[in-house]
């Protein structure tokens, strides 16, 4: 009977893995009694869980079969692209197409990341591939977050993953104040023209011309943006129904099941409580809260050179980080509350928070070229 004690979880139950098992609480917490991000946030959490069970040799850094999803669909880089492609088969470029202008809010709201990638590089004292890792929570994308630093800095995954994931679902507490912070009454009520019709050639070659450019400018960008336009022109293309349906639903489902669970037992006591942990979601932070303050004054400085009938309201540059599309739904509730419902945003809101996407997966790709 002793030999069976000493040989049970409870003989190795230390402090650490009882931290740990509160931290899977709160996150599977937040995803079940507010709604935060269940379908990653529980898979995540459960897979904290298993990974602090001691001697169950259920961790990504063990032997054991999540070891063998994370090395296999994670480092290989395989799982967060996979996302991508299924996300994006069921996203409409139609908003961004129908205003261009806002694909620059969407590359303004990634000014949080190199803010971030800097002060964790020359301030805290992070490695240039730790620090670019770090950054990239600025862009609130979590599978560019988990792609990124699974290359850079894998030993820091699950913090990270942790930190963009928790900021994701955060959008709707971070965004409002920033949002008032930097406008005024008069800006808020401004009410944005109807956007012009989108030809059905522009959809389908959007994707394609888009692609390509992208990746020729920043090859280490393919996996993300190549995946990213394929789950688009399966969408657009208008001939390919089952395929966009199965990547947009079995596929994404099955992967998303998969990435939390091996990013979450990442999280493991000696990998996650220490001191570069709180560093980390501290710079998390302070990029997410960049990123939407980019977006809102890049739009203000747009205004300053745009005809009086043809303003930008200055709260859809908010949506330009990549929290698709959760960030343009708090933009639309923000300024709708503010204006007694006279001013609805939404559809203008889109338009840099899928630019956001594309412009986040741009720089993890120039921080891979250059520090990979």
């Avoid at 049970?8 to 402090?15: K, M, N």
């Avoid at 069970?53 to 032997?63: C, E, I, Q, V």
């Avoid at 009410?191 to 400018?217: C, E, K």
């Avoid at 945003?345 to 338009?351: I, K, N, Q």
Wanted: with cysteine; glycine share 12%.
């Amino acid at each position: 009977m002793m030999e069976i004690l000493q040989q049970s979880g409870f003989a190795g139950l230390g402090f650490g893995n009882v931290v740990m098992f509160a931290v899977a609480g709160v996150l599977v917490f937040l995803a079940i009694r507010k709604g935060y991000e269940p379908l990653l946030l529980i898979p995540i959490g459960f897979g904290i869980t298993l990974a602090n069970l001691p001697n169950a040799d259920m961790g990504s850094y063990g032997d054991g079969i999540i070891a063998l999803i994370y090395e296999k669909g994670i480092r290989t880089e395989l799982l967060p692209p996979l996302i991508f492609l299924g996300v994006w088969a069921l996203t409409d470029f139609r908003p961004l197409l129908a205003r261009p202008l806002t694909f620059l809010l969407g590359a303004a709201a990634q000014l949080g990341i190199f803010i971030a990638a800097l002060g964790a590089a020359w301030l805290l004292g992070f490695s240039n591939p730790e620090a670019a890792a770090i950054g990239i929570i600025g862009g609130a994308d979590g599978p560019t977050s988990i792609f990124l630093a699974s290359q850079l800095a894998p030993h820091l995954l699950g913090p990270i993953a942790v930190a963009a994931y928790s900021y994701m679902s955060l959008v709707p507490i971070i965004q409002p104040p920033i949002m008032r912070l930097l406008t005024s009454e008069r800006e808020r009520a401004i009410d944005m023209p109807q956007a012009r019709p989108v030809s059905r050639t522009a959809v389908i070659l959007f994707p394609i011309v888009t692609g390509v450019l992208a990746v020729l400018g920043v090859p280490s960008s393919a996996p993300l943006i190549g995946m990213l336009m394929f789950g688009n022109l399966l969408r657009e293309s208008g001939v390919t129904r089952r395929l966009y349906k199965t990547a947009g639903g079995s596929l994404i489902d099955i992967v998303t099941i998969f990435l939390g669970l091996s990013v979450g037992a990442t999280m493991d006591s000696a990998h996650f409580l220490t001191a570069d942990t709180m560093k980390i979601l501290l710079l998390g932070a302070i990029a997410f809260a960049f990123s939407t303050a980019g977006g809102v004054l890049f739009a203000k400085i747009i205004n300053l050179f745009l005809p009086k009938d043809r303003l930008i309201n200055p709260c859809i540059g908010a949506a330009g980080v990549s929290a698709v599309p959760m960030a343009a739904r708090v933009v639309q509730q923000f300024v709708s509350d503010e204006t007694n419902g006279r001013v609805n945003p939404l559809m203008a809101a889109m338009g840099p928070n899928v630019a956001g996407v594309i412009g986040s997966a741009v720089a993890a790709g120039v921080f891979l070229g250059l520090l990979g």
